[in-house]
């Protein structure tokens, strides 16, 4: 009997290691390993510009590291992640508060404040009125018959709820009650779902104005309004005023609507605890944290946020 076991267990051993040497299974084999270089980001639309130059800027060091970054409206690149069970190994959001609601605890451990911005009216030489539009008339232009005007998705895209947060404090500043919703409705048919889309349509001249924040404008070497600090979003003096405003939007659980309240601007930054690639996260958060990843962002417009 003994005999007889050392030849099937030899015969065995040959057949397993012709297995493991098969082209197929080199081929996983190269795959696991180009896998371990990959990185996905999902990122709002208004960090696409500050995120590829710092992603450049990345690579010179790690040359063998393939970033996916993939933007959408924050609401939208959360609900990748809750609802559609994406990989992800990175998140950045305009909005800390869609991590906080939506990803915390059960997706995310730790969310980084880094930076915040500021909501401008933003167009081109082509818009009508161009000439004369400024920081006192905007709301009596945006309104004449003739002009169009875009804004973003607040289901999908802070800047949308945003937009809504600044009409209802501009309704009260200027001492113009009416003008959130007629404003409201007159842009409903130029609606999209992130503010980066808009910039197509002012480009093609389908529309004249957009509600942006100002890095997307200047990044994209737009002519905008600076709003007063009472309606923009970025003064902390103003803290309490902007929580003034609020709307409803669909949040973590689509059918049920959440109420979000104005509030200063603070974008944030998160690593997924099931990151496909841990350690490759790590290693670009710290960078993107860095002085230098920093420097990128304020340079693209967002200073830097300190807490």
Known sequence: MKNLIQPVLLIFLVSFLTFCNKPGNEKKQDNDSVASNELIIFHAGSLSVPIKDISIEFKKNNPQVTIKSESSGSIECARKITELDKACDIIAVSDYKVID????????????????????????????FSKVINAD????ILQKKEVQFGRSDPNTDPCGYRTIFT?????????????????????????????????ALLESNSIDYIFIY????IQHNLEYIVLPDEINLKNYKYAEAYSSVFTLIKGKNPNVLDTVYGEPMIYSIAMLKNAPNKLLAEKYLDFFLSETGLSIIEKNGQPRFIE
């Open 101 to 128: 609601n939506m990803l915390i605890p059960k997706y995310v451990d730790k969310n980084i404040k880094f930076a915040t911005n500021e909501m401008v009216i933003a167009f081109n030489s082509n818009a009508k």
């Open 167 to 199: 009409l209802k404090l501009a309704e009260n500043f200027y001492k113009k009650q009416g003008i959130e919703v007629k404003l409201e409705n007159k842009s409903f048919n130029n609606i999209r779902p992130k503010e980066v889309d808009l910039l």
């Open 137 to 140: 008339n905007w709301i009596d």
């Open 214 to 217: 100002k890095s997307v404008a």
